[in-house]
């Protein structure tokens, strides 16, 4: 019987922010990449230390070519909690694994990273001072060196408590940065076209990576705005497409969303803005449609579902109807063929956009998308749930002390029958969720007992 290849171990450096969205961001990474999440650690936590085993070092470079969450990833060759206990583990790591880098014609130079606590640069030397037992016989090259190794000390979480001594003290060799510059190069600050909901640049690339997204996909957005989700798709090679019920913003028309400027320019639009990084090759079309009527014959697939529905804070939710379906008690135009705009409860929106990627996606493929909750009276029952998807994830991240967004991605894993069958069978399902139509409301009743509270004390 064959034996399978030792997986090889390494320590991924995580960033700081949007915990909740790391490890599912991670493992749908190394899912792409054909690898699979292996770890000792029983919990993740806040932690900034993980450690991974993974197949090869060429998925840990592709898993760092799209990662925003990680700022690197080392080739681990030690742990300890001690320095005593790292020395003694160093000692054991096979010394084959270690020639290639520390041979005599090899340069390299060692790293102190230590978190929670600055270590004056005296303390720094005496560590690699300590590491002279390893079979180093390369020279030291501080600039441009073939290798870079770095001694990783842990101080954990609390600023106001940092203990003598690290908790974790970890050793590897370098092998790759994260894309955390992204966040800064594609910031809405410097976007061409932006409106009142332009999603945030670290989200974007978290929710692309979270759907999978890779060279030559088809991704969709029903609820485009000005584009940022396509943006951060193109950027990883998808084609990208999208539609929203607003006229203006899908032709760049109307007020301006910037600070100081009254009016949009010629040029701004979806398009400009994937043109602004060099991707309007990816661009395929943003058409005007209502996403509670889809438009699009059987036999239209996407490879992901990637959006961000409007929750009626900054940008109403809205449909199309006949002038049948308006309510009574408002005045009827027979003569008129312009739509009427409805009001869109988001039960109804989350139900409209499930059936339509259980429809739309291709098996495998992925819906990701942010669902508003009241926080009071959220319960894990109430997410949006499908015969035909399978929940991935389901993270939060807070709007207010009584608000949050749970960005759930979902895959498809069955393929869809039909759509009859499938409404009544989540009817039912989604009345759980029908007490946060009123999101807007909640919102800000929040809001304004929370003025009305500070205008008491500030009376008192």
């Not at 749908?28 to 699979?36: A, D, H, K, T, V």
């Not at 239209?300 to 929750?311: R, S």
């Not at 991240?397 to 608000?403: E, R």
Request: net charge neutral.
């Amino acid at each position: 019987m064959a034996m399978s290849c030792p997986l090889n171990r390494y320590l991924l450096l995580m960033a700081q922010e949007h915990l909740e969205f790391r490890l599912p961001e991670i493992k749908s990474l190394l899912s792409l990449f054909g690898g699979q999440f292996i770890s000792s650690q029983e919990t993740y936590g806040k932690s900034p230390f993980w450690i991974l085993s993974i197949p090869s070092e060429d998925i840990a470079r592709n898993l760092m070519k799209r990662t925003v969450c990680a700022k690197s990833i080392f080739e681990l060759w030690g742990h300890g909690k001690s320095p005593e206990e790292l020395y003694s583990s160093l000692k054991n790591y096979p010394v084959e694994k270690m020639v290639p880098f520390l041979h005599s014609d090899s340069t390299y130079k060692i790293k102190i990273h230590t978190f929670n606590k600055t270590l004056t640069q005296e303390e720094k030397v005496k560590r690699i001072d300590a590491l002279e037992f390893l079979p180093f016989e390369g020279k030291v090259n501080l600039k441009k060196p073939q290798h870079i190794f770095s001694v990783l000390e842990d101080y954990g979480l609390d600023p106001n408590c940092i203990p003598e001594n690290p908790h974790n003290i970890y050793f590897g060799r370098w092998i790759a940065d994260g894309q955390r510059e992204l966040i800064e190069s594609y910031s809405v600050k410097k976007r061409h076209f932006i409106g009142n909901t332009s999603m945030d640049a670290g989200l974007s690339f978290i929710m692309v990576n979270h759907g999978k997204v890779k060279e030559n996909d088809i991704v969709f957005d029903p609820f485009v705005g000005t584009g940022g989700l396509l943006i951060a798709s193109a950027h990883f090679g998808a084609y990208v497409y999208g539609t929203d019920i607003d006229y203006n913003t899908v032709h760049g028309l109307g007020k301006a969303s910037r600070k100081n400027q009254k009016w949009r320019g010629p040029d701004e639009n979806i398009r400009a803005n994937l043109r602004q990084y060099g991707l309007e090759k990816y661009y395929l079309d943003v058409l005007v449609s209502d996403a509670s009527k889809p438009s699009w014959r059987k036999g239209t697939y996407f490879d992901a579902i990637i959006t961000d529905p409007p929750y009626g804070i900054r940008e109403s939710t809205r449909k199309t109807g006949s002038q049948k379906e308006i309510p009574k008690g408002m005045e009827k135009c027979p003569e008129s063929h312009v739509p009427v705009s409805l009001s869109y409860h988001l039960s109804d929106m989350f139900f409209d956009l499930l059936n339509f990627a259980a429809e739309t996606l291709v098996l495998g493929g992925r819906l990701v998308y942010w669902l508003p909750v009241y926080t009071p009276e959220y319960t894990e029952e109430m997410v949006p749930w499908h015969p035909c998807l399978r929940l991935i994830s389901n993270c939060e991240q807070k709007l207010s002390s009584h608000t949050s967004r749970r960005l759930i991605t979902m895959e498809k894993v069955k393929k869809f029958e039909n759509r009859d069958e499938y409404s009544h069978l989540l009817s039912d399902h989604f009345l759980l969720y029908q007490g946060h139509n009123s999101f807007r409301e909640k919102y800000f009743s929040g809001v304004t007992k929370r003025i009305a509270k500070e205008e008491k004390s500030s009376q008192e």
